[in-house]
């Protein structure tokens, strides 16, 4: 789908990086097809001798060199990044924008182009296991749909959503997602630690622990909550255990903070 495609990236922090290893891994484009644009010289350089790319400190000049534009900014340096980019797209090009909380109609207004993909990955798309949530501007036409698909394939798995208010869900449940894992997986070492294991032997139980359960969920085809009943024998261990969890409104927690999120990241695009 990309084949003779000009792919830029703006913003090689750690996502744009994980669009290029995902693009380069599994063979989509060449490197000759890339270009990266960062303003630190050592991180153009590192770049370069890495992937083999072409690199740039001018924003500008990797827009007008893309057909796809990938947006990797940090959302806070919008107001100084895209009204730079007005006038360089040409009205064939595409750009992706992996901004949180900046919308469509915002990103249309500050660089005056109208072939949008706007898109939601989590950090696991920084070994390709990431989840992508995205949507399109009105009208766009097939072709460019799939090129946005097949760059978000490169980091994972995607989902296509109709609605743009689906964003601001996935940045709240998948976007957000990996960090309240880790919370929970580090509350699980430490209790492993705090009953007498050393830390490495309780970060392994707890690391396989959650791996092998996702990839049983999986497989499996059961809802999850059947999957619970299944290793919930009456008066064992793990009903004493979910007692106590249920005791302490684990799941109401788990939605609030996800409502949290939900809730900022409307602000955000308000604002």
Request: charged share 20%; aromatic share 4%; net charge neutral.
């Amino acid at each position: 789908m990309l084949n003779e495609r000009n792919i830029a990236i703006i913003g090689a922090g750690t996502m744009g990086e994980a669009a290029i290893a995902g693009l380069l891994r599994a063979e989509l484009v060449e490197a000759a097809q890339l270009v990266a644009a960062t303003p630190r010289a050592e991180r153009r350089r590192e770049l370069s001798q890495r992937w083999g790319i072409k690199t740039t400190g001018d924003n500008r000049e990797a827009a007008t060199w893309g057909d796809v534009v990938v947006l990797a900014i940090k959302p806070q340096m919008v107001d100084h990044v895209l009204p730079n980019l007005q006038g360089v797209f040409q009205p064939s090009d595409l750009m992706i924008s992996i901004l949180a909380g900046v919308t469509i109609g915002k990103l249309k207004e500050m660089t005056g182009h109208a072939a949008i993909a706007r898109a939601m990955p989590n950090t696991p798309a920084q070994i390709a296991e990431g989840i992508t949530v995205w949507t399109t501007s009105q009208g766009l036409d097939a072709e460019r749909r799939s090129w946005a698909k097949t760059v978000l394939s490169a980091i994972g798995q995607q989902v296509e959503v109709e609605d743009e208010k689906f964003m601001d869900m996935a940045t709240a449940l998948s976007g957000t997602g990996p960090a309240y894992v880790f919370m929970v997986m580090e509350a699980l070492i430490d209790a492993g630690v705090h009953m007498g294991f050393p830390r490495r032997i309780a970060a392994q139980l707890v690391e396989q622990t959650v791996i092998g359960a996702v990839r049983y969920a999986i497989q499996s085809g059961h809802h999850v909550a059947e999957l619970r009943n299944m290793v919930t024998s009456p008066g064992g261990t793990t009903a004493a255990a979910l007692y106590e969890l249920e005791r302490g409104r684990l799941r109401t927690v788990l939605a609030d903070g996800v409502w949290a999120a939900y809730r900022r990241a409307r602000e955000l695009g308000e604002s």
